[in-house]
C-alpha cells in the first residue's frame, strides 16, 4: 500500500492481508495516509520464513536454467524503484524473454511483483508470444491468499499484454519442482469481488477523519477462508 499523488496504490499483499483481517486493511490504510504510526514490531520467525523463500525461489530459477531456459533476473532492482522495474519488465517482454524473474506489473491502481514470468507459445494481441505468472511457494497445500495474489497478477498482466494468461502456476519444494496449475477464469469472480472490497474500504477510509480511527488490535482473527485450500 502507497500513497501516489493521485490516490493510494494497493499490491498484491493488501489482497492477502483483506482476506485474513478486514480490520488490518483499515490499519494499514491508516498508516499509508499518516493517520497513525504502524506498530514496531515483528513476527520473530519472519527472517526464517523469507531466507527460505528465497532459497526456494533461487533453487527453482536455477531449475530453469539448468533446463536450458534463459533467465532474465531483476531482483538487482530495488523495490522502491517501480518505474524502472516496470520499464524493464515491459521490455524484456517485448523481447520475448523466456523467464522473468522478479519483474512488476502494474496499472495504476494496484501494483505486483511476481517471482516468475514465463513465456508460454500462445499469441497476445501484441506479440506471437504470452505469459503467464509462477510463484514459488513454501507451503504443500496452496491456500485461498495465494490464488488471490497470483490471480492480481494474472489480471495486472492480461492488461499489459491485452490477452489475459489462460493459467496461474503455484510451484511448491519438491523434485522436479512440479507446478500446480489452476485457471485464471474459475477465480476471476472471487477475485473481482474481493477487490472491490478492498477499493470500497480504501474509499471509506480516506474519507475518515483521525478522530474516528479505533485502536490496534494485535489480536485480529484470521477467517478461514484465508487458510482454505485449494481443491
Given at each position: ?36 504510526t ?5 513476527a ?26 534463459t ?39 494496484w ?53 489475459m ?49 479505533v ?17
Amino acid at each position: 500500500m502507497k500513497v501516489t499523488s493521485q490516490q493510494i496504490r494497493l499490491s498484491a499483499t493488501d489482497l492477502s492481508n483483506h482476506l485474513a483481517c478486514r480490520h488490518l486493511t483499515t490499519l494499514d490504510l491508516q498508516v499509508a495516509l499518516g493517520k497513525r504510526t504502524e506498530p514496531d514490531w515483528a513476527a520473530p520467525d519472519l527472517a526464517v520464513i523469507i531466507e527460505r523463500g528465497e532459497r526456494h525461489e533461487r533453487e527453482y530459477l536455477a531449475h530453469l536454467c539448468a533446463q536450458g531456459l534463459t533467465v532474465e533476473d531483476l531482483n538487482h532492482i530495488p523495490h522502491k524503484e517501480e518505474e524502472r522495474l516496470l520499464a524493464e519488465t515491459l521490455a524484456l517482454m517485448e523481447r520475448g524473454a523466456e523467464v522473468i524473474a522478479q519483474g512488476a506489473l502494474s496499472d495504476g491502481e494496484w501494483f505486483g511483483r511476481p517471482d516468475v514470468l514465463r513465456r508460454v507459445a500462445i499469441s497476445s494481441r501484441l506479440w506471437e508470444w504470452s505469459y503467464e505468472v509462477a510463484d514459488t511457494k513454501l507451503a504443500r497445500e496452496t491456500k485461498a491468499a495465494t490464488i488471490l495474489q497470483l490471480s492480481l497478477y494474472s489480471d495486472l498482466l492480461g492488461k499489459i499484454q491485452e490477452t489475459m494468461p489462460e493459467f496461474l502456476w503455484v510451484v511448491p519444494p519438491g523434485e522436479g519442482f512440479a507446478g500446480e496449475k489452476y485457471r485464471v477464469s474459475e477465480y476471476a469472480a472471487y477475485f473481482t469481488d474481493t477487490c472491490g472490497s478492498v477499493c470500497a474500504r480504501r474509499t471509506i477510509v480516506a474519507n475518515r477523519s483521525s478522530k474516528e480511527s479505533v485502536m490496534w488490535d494485535y489480536y485480529c482473527s484470521f477467517p478461514a477462508e484465508r487458510n482454505a485450500v485449494i481443491c
